[in-house]
């Protein structure tokens, strides 16, 4: 059984990028679990599929991985896996599949279900065969509560290796004795949870920036007396210099060659070719001290939108509202007026993101302007969205580049791209439509595949939106900190509350 997981020297380009992701990587990974952490862009789910066998290396190695299941941030299974999993009778299988509340009964259903269900069923899977290596990224993607702390009780007892990717902070804090931080410039390993991790990180980070600072400010004194050495240089070299003396100048001549033989004026351009190297190596000590200086924090995008001038977007005075396969039994009225702020909340299956897209339909029937971002985009929209942004012109894809940089993600990596990771297709989403005036947004999942500091860059942007928002999320903290209102649906019924009587 494997004990340990060892990269070295690991090098890694994509071939549509020019510069490598991964230079001379060198990490270790030992029993218990390991967090990754890192922006979007910065090699999270590249370095996992490296580990996994999915990538292979431009050089370098990785020892101790030959036992390893990974589960990724999408739903797809193959129905021959589904199948062994379904029909598997084994204890083991059975154990998970009550841990994690698994009713499917044949493959076809598994079309039907939630991300949340889907996702509940691919952990159930990957626990149920006990790998040496486990490795999940955003495993918490698309759960609602309840799901998430079941993950986190079942994860903490397993033995193996396990790599876990998230952005759920808590969860991260609950499982990780260690932590990868993948940065701009260089890769850092810390002993510890996240938060334990970070607060080091930010250390060092000060302490990073105030010797900087030290090595600028040396640089500054350097060239200002070097600026005065040269000066000093040239005044030595003029009364050594015979230019412009008459040749009958006899004393002139020996004032000069005496100048020469005794070196007084020399010294000074001595002195200033010591200053050049030392002004070069402080020079060179500045630049590598900039270049493992923290990046700059995200500023978050800006929506031109327009306020509406209807009383309400959206009004149901009916006692239910009824989806065909599903009906939800309603306390009050619904409505969404122009500065509405509302969240929808419930369990995985209880209706959340059906009824985010009914409202879509009721926007799109009255052609009321809306931005509706769905929970995971279909392999046909991916290309549309890479096709469209690709065939942008120069100033519209530098807007696009601009807002994705806002967001967290590596602009330069971003345009070099032939294929998006999850993160990045939905900042490109959001980038593209920064300019189209909705008088509603309806974000389905949006924290889902971003990293922290991009979830707080959005969390930001939508506190100072000022239309109406409509959002489906199970990050409470997120929810608590841009709406108002809750939709919160159970046990097939919607109950309205106020998050400030909450």
């Known amino acids: 059984m494997s004990q340990h997981i060892t990269i070295h020297n690991l090098n ?13 990587l060198n990490l270790h990974f030992g029993p218990g679990w390991t967090g990754i952490v ?31 299941r990974y589960v990724s941030q999408d739903t797809f299974v193959t129905r021959e896996s589904l ?30 279900l939630s991300f949340g269900e889907k996702r509940r069923i691919l952990l159930a899977m990957a626990l149920s065969k006990r790998p040496e290596v486990l490795i999940l990224d955003e495993p918490t993607n698309h759960l ?6 079941i993950i986190a009780t079942t994860l903490s007892h397993y033995q193996g290796i396990g790599v876990l990717i998230s952005h759920d902070r808590s969860l991260l804090d609950d499982l990780t004795t260690h932590c990868v931080f993948l940065e701009k410039n260089f890769c850092t390993e810390r002993s510890g949870n996240y938060s334990e991790g970070k607060r080091e990180m930010e250390r060092e980070a000060e302490e990073r920036i105030r010797n900087w600072d030290v090595a600028r400010q040396e640089r500054k004194k350097l060239e200002a007396e070097l600026s005065r050495r040269r000066e000093e240089a040239s005044l030595s070299h003029k009364h ?31 002195l200033k070719q010591q200053l050049d190297k030392r002004f070069e190596h402080s020079e060179r000590k500045e630049k590598e001290i900039f270049l493992g200086l923290p990046e700059k924090e995200n500023l978050g995008i800006v929506w031109k939108t327009q306020n509406s001038k209807r009383k309400h977007l959206f009004l149901w005075e009916e006692e239910s509202l009824d989806f065909g396969f599903m009906k939800l039994q309603l306390d009050v009225h619904l409505q969404i007026k122009p500065e509405s702020k509302i969240s929808i909340t419930g369990r995985n299956g209880a209706g959340k993101s059906t009824l985010l897209k009914f409202l879509t339909n009721q926007f799109e029937e009255k052609q ?90 959005l969390e930001s942007s939508l506190r100072s939106l000022s239309t109406a928002l409509v959002v489906v999320s199970h990050d409470r903290r997120f929810v608590e900190s841009i709406t108002k209102e809750e939709w919160s649906l159970e046990n097939l019924s919607l109950a309205q509350k106020h998050l400030d009587r909450i």
């Open 12 to 24: 890694f380009l994509y071939e549509s990028q020019s510069e490598f992701l991964f230079q001379d």
């Open 38 to 68: 890192g922006k979007n862009g910065s090699g999270k789910s590249t370095l996992a599929k490296l580990i996994a066998g999915e990538l292979q290396a431009h050089s370098g190695n990785i020892q101790g991985n030959g036992s390893v």
């Open 83 to 112: 199948e062994d999993f379904i029909y598997d009778d084994s204890k083991e299988s059975g154990r998970y599949k009550s841990f994690f509340k698994i009713q499917i009964e044949t493959p076809e259903d598994y079309d039907y």
């Open 144 to 149: 609602d509560l309840e799901s998430i702390q």
């Open 240 to 270: 050594r210099s015979k230019k412009g003396l008459d040749l009958h100048d006899h004393d002139g001549r020996q004032k000069k060659n005496l100048a020469r033989v005794t070196g007084k004026d020399g010294q000074a351009g001595r």
């Open 368 to 457: 009321i302007p809306y931005l509706y971002l769905p929970q995971e985009f279909s392999y046909d929209e991916i290309q549309n969205l890479q096709w469209e942004f690709q065939n942008l012109s120069a100033d519209a894809k530098a807007k696009v580049l601009s807002g994705v940089h806002r967001l967290g993600s590596d602009p330069k990596r971003v345009f070099e791209s032939e294929r998006f990771s999850p993160g990045e297709i939905k900042k490109i989403f959001l980038s593209l439509h920064l300019e189209t005036n909705p008088e509603v947004l309806l974000l389905d999942e949006p924290t889902n595949h971003l990293d922290i500091k991009s979830l707080e860059a």
